[in-house]
C-alpha cells in the first residue's frame, strides 16, 4: 500500500510537470520543506489555491464594472501572477502575464478572455494539488513508520 | 568561528510571500538565532527602521497598500540609513528595476526567493 499511495503521488506530481502545470519552482519549495517545517509545501499550496480563488472573484468583479478600472484590475493579475510563481504554477503564471498586456491595452474583452483561461486553469491545478495534498499526509506517516520500524 | 547574528527587516504584505522569505530566509542563513521582523507595508517599514535597532538587511516589495516600495526606500534613505536594501519583487522590467535602484535600493531580485537568491545576497552584503 506504501508503494502504491507513493506511486500515485509521483504519478500525479510527474504529469503536473509533463503537461506544463509545473515548474522547476514546485522543486525549490520541497526543497525548503524539513523536519523543523515539515508541512510547508501544504502551506505554501494552501495559500496560493485560498488568494487563487479570492482573487480570480475580484477580477470577475472588477470586470463586471460599467466602468473598468484596468489599473486595480493589473494589480489584482499582478497578485496572482506573484503567488503562482511561488509556487511554481507556470501555466497559471504566463495566463496572468497576457491577462496584465490586455490591462495595458485596457481592453475588457482581452481580459474577459483571459480571465475564463486562467479560472480553468486555476481550477484544473487546484483540483490536482487537493489530491496531492490528500495523498501527502499517508504518504509521509507510512514512510516515518517504516523508517521507526527499521529502527 | 561563529558567524554574528543578522537582522532582516522583511516588507511584504501577502502571506504567500512572507512564508517563502521566512523559509528562504532560515535556508540560506542556517541557524535558528537570525531574527526575521516583518512589517506589511512601506510606512510600517519606514517606522521600523526609525525605531528598532539597526537592520543589517532589508528586503523590499514594491506593491503595497498605505506606501509602496520605493516610496519606503526612498524614505529610508532620506533618514540618513545605509543599511543594504534589496528590492523583491514579481516585476523585473529594466524600467521596474531602475525605479528602484533610483529610488535607494542596493539591488533587485525577482520574485520568488530561494535558498539560492538569499545565499547570493547574504554574500554580495558579506553577512555570511
Redesign the interface.
Known amino acids: 500500500m506504501a508503494a502504491a499511495l507513493t506511486n500515485q503521488l509521483h504519478a500525479l506530481v510527474n504529469n503536473m510537470f509533463a503537461t506544463g502545470l509545473l515548474d522547476d519552482q514546485f522543486q525549490q519549495l520541497q526543497m525548503l520543506q524539513d523536519s523543523s517545517a515539515p508541512d510547508f509545501v501544504s502551506e505554501v499550496v494552501t495559500l496560493f489555491c485560498d488568494d487563487g480563488e479570492r482573487i480570480i472573484g475580484e477580477l470577475a468583479r472588477q470586470l463586471d464594472k460599467p466602468n473598468v478600472d484596468f489599473d486595480r484590475v493589473d494589480s489584482f493579475a499582478h497578485q496572482l501572477k506573484g503567488s503562482s510563481a511561488s509556487v511554481g504554477a507556470q501555466q497559471v503564471k504566463n495566463t496572468c502575464i497576457q491577462f496584465r498586456e490586455f490591462c495595458q491595452q485596457r481592453s475588457r474583452d482581452g481580459c474577459l478572455k483571459t480571465l475564463d483561461l486562467v479560472r480553468t486553469e486555476f481550477y484544473d491545478l487546484r483540483n490536482k494539488f487537493q489530491v496531492m495534498l490528500q495523498v501527502l499526509p499517508n504518504v509521509l506517516k507510512i514512510h516515518l513508520t517504516l523508517s521507526i520500524e527499521f529502527h | 568561528m561563529a558567524r554574528k547574528m543578522i537582522r532582516v527587516l522583511l516588507v511584504e504584505d501577502?502571506?504567500?510571500?512572507r512564508?517563502?522569505a521566512r523559509?528562504?530566509v532560515?535556508?540560506a542563513a542556517g541557524t535558528e538565532d537570525d531574527v526575521l521582523d516583518l512589517a506589511e507595508n512601506g510606512a510600517a517599514a519606514v517606522r521600523r527602521v526609525r525605531e528598532v535597532a539597526p537592520y543589517d538587511l532589508i528586503l523590499m516589495d514594491r506593491?503595497m497598500p498605505v506606501m509602496d516600495g520605493h516610496e519606503a526606500t526612498r524614505r529610508i534613505r532620506a533618514m540618513g540609513v545605509t543599511t543594504p536594501i534589496v528590492a523583491v519583487s514579481?516585476?523585473g522590467l529594466p524600467a521596474d528595476v531602475e525605479a528602484f535602484i533610483g529610488a535607494g535600493a542596493d539591488y533587485f531580485t525577482p520574485?520568488?526567493l530561494?535558498?539560492e537568491k538569499l545565499g547570493n545576497i547574504l554574500a554580495k552584503f558579506g553577512l555570511t
Open positions: 501577502e502571506e504567500i510571500h512564508v517563502m523559509a528562504a532560515k535556508a506593491q514579481s516585476d520574485k520568488p530561494s535558498k
